[in-house]
């Protein structure tokens, strides 16, 4: 942990934009083995009643993470993870791809040494995570 990070209660981490393009999808799944052609076929997508190719869900939520991981300064710290997948992250094969903001604040501390950190992962204005948190080892 970086000497320079609160963890009091109400501290909201340096927020975070990652952008998602297509060739982000084809490397996850090529490590995740996920080939579900919804993350890479346009016509399969819209098939199945989605707008366009999505991200994987976690590929987004690995995203997400990463904003407590750069604020704690070790990945190891986070001792629990976990969502809900609320809606799509929506990838155009335009160059840009799709910008996913992140914001997160502390909201609890425990006896234990750890933090809860509130997490919102948005694109198009939207949350697309539900109830992410992490609890996070600070001392």
Do not use: Q
């Not at 990070?5 to 909201?12: D, R």
């Not at 995203?63 to 990838?91: H, K, L, M, N, T």
């Not at 939207?126 to 109830?131: A, I, P």
Request: aromatic share 6%; glycine share 10%; charged share 25%.
């Amino acid at each position: 942990m970086s000497a320079a990070v609160s963890t009091e209660v109400g501290t909201e981490l340096p927020a975070l934009s990652v952008r998602l393009k297509r060739d982000d999808l084809v490397r996850y799944a090529g490590a995740s083995l996920d080939f579900n052609p919804i993350h890479w076929n346009e016509r399969t997508a819209r098939e199945v009643g989605l707008p366009d190719v999505i991200a994987h869900g976690m590929l987004t939520m690995a995203v997400a993470s990463r904003i407590v991981a750069e604020w704690i300064g070790d990945p190891g710290a986070i001792v629990e993870y976990g969502c809900r997948f609320g809606r799509p992250v929506v990838v155009p094969d335009d160059g840009e791809g799709a910008l996913v903001e992140v914001t997160a604040k502390v909201t609890k501390a425990f006896d234990d040494g750890t933090v809860k950190v509130n997490i919102n992962a948005a694109f198009d204005g939207k949350s697309v995570l539900t109830g992410a948190f992490a609890r996070v080892r600070v001392s």
